[in-house]
């Protein structure tokens, strides 16, 4: 499987900024998927990065909220903006393997104060 | 839409003694299965999955899930747990290919000495 590392690991931020979340795959990928995990909660999944084109965003997520770039076919990136208490979880990205697998980074711990 | 239910949010079971985790899927077709597995302060480690063929599917570190059409089940089983099996499981389908996953809410695992 893929060898995927995200960047930063953890951060606390001020209600009303933005933070940018960097995902890196060690091999190319054709798809880059984006989660939240809220406390306590299960993983819900934020929208689908495509490369070359516009992310495409689940029910409940716009753009304008969590902008998404995905320049090349080993990097994505996902922003969260804006931020308020309500945006503190763990933010991940996925990527699809053999078989239609997807395996998951580490993981972005966001506390927003 | 396709939805997975985890009936058990938490779970104890005696070190040694024999595990089943309950997971029921609602999709059209035959989906996509998976178990993932996460540690505290961890990502998720994909166990085991399901896409066709043999319904009875062997995964990492013991587990075992078998798929049920008729019960719309994939419930996840390991014969003797160890202290270290403690942790969050999670169900997940697809529809394979492009499509996200759709979680489970997850079942915790507590292991009694």
């Known amino acids: 499987s893929a060898v995927i590392s995200q960047k930063p690991s953890r951060d606390i931020c001020q209600r009303g900024t933005s933070l940018t979340i960097q995902c890196q795959v060690d091999?190319?990928?054709?798809?880059m998927f984006w989660y939240r995990q809220q406390p306590g909660q299960s993983l819900t999944l934020i929208a689908t990065?495509?490369?070359?084109?516009?992310?495409?965003?689940e029910s409940g997520f716009v753009i304008d909220k969590f902008p998404i770039s995905r320049p090349n076919l080993t990097f994505s990136t996902l922003t969260v903006s804006n931020m308020s208490p309500e945006d503190s979880s763990i933010y991940l990205c996925?990527?699809?393997?053999?078989?239609?697998?997807?395996?998951f980074g580490p993981g972005t711990r966001l506390t927003v104060l | 839409a396709q939805s997975v239910t985890q009936p058990d949010i938490h779970i104890t079971v005696s070190e040694g003694a024999s595990l089943e985790l309950r997971c029921n899927y609602s999709?059209?077709?035959?989906?996509?299965l998976f178990w993932y597995v996460q540690s505290p302060g961890q990502g998720l480690q994909l166990l085991l999955k399901?896409?066709?063929?043999?319904?009875l599917v062997q995964g990492i570190k013991g587990f075992e899930a078998e798929f049920k059409r008729s019960q719309s089940s994939f419930n996840l089983r390991k014969p003797s747990v160890h202290w270290s099996d403690a942790a969050e499981y999670f169900c997940?389908?697809?529809?394979?290919?492009?499509?996200?996953?759709?979680f489970g809410k997850g079942t915790h695992l507590i292991i009694q000495p």
């Open positions: 091999s190319q990928v054709t798809m």
């Open positions: 999709y059209g077709a035959t989906p996509y």
């Open positions: 990065a495509n490369q070359g084109s516009e992310a495409t965003y």
């Open positions: 997940a389908v697809s529809r394979g290919g492009a499509d996200g996953l759709t």
């Open positions: 996925s990527v699809g393997g053999t078989g239609d697998t997807q395996y």
């Open positions: 399901y896409f066709s063929g043999d319904t």
